[in-house]
């Protein structure tokens, strides 16, 4: 019989081999090492244990199935569901919901600090901007002084040029005054000479005339 067991299920564990049962949520079960109560108890299984399931005997109510861990034995298929119990379920979703939680918290703390970020760079744009409404006031009054800074160069060269004609001018006037002295003092040289020659020649001829007359009181 026995024998008979072990062919039977292993005729229909190819079949079987993908299938997947959970530990209800009731109590612990046990996994022998036999299909029935009398063989050894390998380990206690929790509610909400996954097992793999490699055989089943209908006959005697018992499933063949292996833990996670690589263990095999026998549990009684009634113990088993297709789906996770509900504990497990409940802690799956727990965790499902604590890990949701997380990453809502990761997503706050990247939100607040993209919004602190972006009020940072909002406050700087807003420090560029009137760093570049100053720095144009700046360059504004700079062209105004380099275009009255050229005007007044400009200027200056006009002056410059102005001044080397008034010293031009200035020159030629002192050079004519120098030469209308010397021409000054030429006439007079010969105004002067002309006097003392008219003088000496009056002279001359006042004693001439009073010599004749003398002569002629001395002849009567």
């Avoid at 199935?65 to 979703?93: F, H, N």
Wanted: no cysteine; aromatic share 6%.
């Amino acid at each position: 019989m026995k024998l008979l067991s072990i062919i039977f299920l292993a005729a229909i564990s190819s079949n079987l081999y993908a299938e997947t049962r959970y530990v209800t949520d009731i109590f612990q079960i046990t996994l022998r090492s036999g299909q029935s109560t009398k063989n050894e108890i390998i380990r206690m299984l929790p509610s909400g244990q996954a097992l793999k399931i490699l055989g089943r005997d209908a006959s005697t109510g018992y499933t063949h199935v292996k833990t996670p861990e690589g263990k095999e034995g026998w549990v009684l298929s009634r113990y088993l569901m297709d789906v996770p119990s509900a504990r497990a379920r409940l802690s799956r979703a727990e965790t499902k919901q604590a890990n949701l939680d997380q990453d809502l918290n990761k997503v706050k703390a990247a939100y607040k600090q993209l919004n602190d970020d972006k009020n940072s760079l909002e406050k700087e744009n807003r420090q560029l901007k009137q760093q570049n409404k100053k720095l144009s006031r700046n360059l504004s009054n700079i062209t105004r002084v380099s275009s009255n800074a050229i005007q007044i160069s400009s200027e200056n060269l006009r002056m410059k040029k102005r001044l080397a004609e008034t010293d031009r001018e200035i020159q030629f006037i002192q050079q004519e005054n120098a030469n209308l002295q010397d021409r000054s003092q030429r006439d007079w040289f010969i105004v002067g000479a002309l006097v003392v020659g008219i003088s000496m020649i009056f002279g001359i001829l006042l004693t001439k005339i009073r010599w004749k007359k003398k002569s002629s009181w001395g002849d009567i």
